[in-house]
């Protein structure tokens, strides 16, 4: 089994923080980690009606990202579904933010197959300060993003991470309750093999014809039984070191049980 490709939680408890670093561009979508679960996210994307929008005023945004995307990632692009044809090529879920009226950046399309615990109907159409509304600090965090949204040099690429522990498999994850049941289900014997480890890498980059902005999300799942004692030593200790508002936040009381199982086991 492979080491995780990317590892935050060595950074310590997780902070609502900005936190994006310039990467070079080159790197912006290669290479595909999670190659290997694209079969996957393509039979979700034959049914559009679960994983896709794409409001009328963001449809020139939504083609020019996909051109971009498959500019680096090989494929043709669909006329027809630009969004959709982009997001057959590579792991990660598009999500293109585009100005309203007001000068408000919105999610104006959507090609959503690995949301972690929100869903397309959730997202869809809302302002940066809307998504951010459940985070703590979401309120500051928004303006901040706004504010690097609006400023964004047009060859920069942006990186950030999100991650948490999981029960089960599943990429496609909307709603928390199915995960929470099998977490319910698991006998703390079976901690190790339950649990996964779910990191968010997330990117953001200016489109430069139609001045929006798309923002990527890739999930990288890993089971807890494959990483290295130091691996499980840091997420414990930044397990235990997180505050209360995140704790609520990732609903991590729901699987503190088979977390604290997995610490512990020899």
Not at 21 to 35: F, M, S
Not at 113 to 118: E, K, L, M, Q, R
Not at 223 to 239: K, M, V, Y
Request: hydrophobic letters at 45%; a negative charge; charged letters at 25%.
């Amino acid at each position: 089994m492979r080491r995780p490709p990317h590892a935050p939680w060595h950074d310590g408890p997780p902070r609502f923080a900005v936190g994006l670093k310039p990467i070079p561009p080159e790197r912006w979508l290669t290479p595909d980690t999670e190659a290997h679960a694209l079969d996957d996210k393509r039979r979700l994307l034959a049914d559009p009606s679960r994983v896709h929008r794409c409001a009328p005023e963001a449809e020139p945004a939504a083609r020019e990202a996909a051109r971009m995307v498959h500019a680096m990632a090989g494929g043709a692009m669909d006329s027809d579904a630009p969004l959709l044809s982009a997001a057959s090529v590579v792991s990660d879920d598009l999500i293109v933010m585009v100005r309203d009226g007001d000068g408000q950046w919105r999610a104006g399309a959507l090609a959503l197959c690995a949301p972690t615990f929100f869903s397309l109907e959730r997202a869809s159409g809302e302002s940066l300060l809307e998504l951010h509304g459940p985070v703590p600090g979401g309120d500051g965090l928004a303006r901040r993003i706004a504010r690097i949204f609006d400023n964004l040099p047009q060859d920069a690429v942006l990186e950030r991470f999100n991650w948490t522990l999981q029960a089960g498999a599943e990429r496609f994850l909307p709603h928390a309750a199915p995960m929470r049941a099998l977490a319910d289900a698991t006998p703390d014997a079976d901690a190790a093999e339950a649990l996964h480890v779910r990191v968010e890498r997330q990117t953001i980059r200016w489109l430069p014809e139609t001045g929006a902005v798309l923002f990527t999300i890739r999930i990288c799942l890993d089971p807890a039984a494959a990483l290295e004692e130091s691996d499980r030593a840091a997420i414990a200790a930044a397990w235990h070191g997180a505050g209360e508002d995140a704790r609520a936040y990732k609903g991590w009381d729901r699987i503190d049980r088979l977390a604290r199982a997995w610490f512990t086991a020899g």
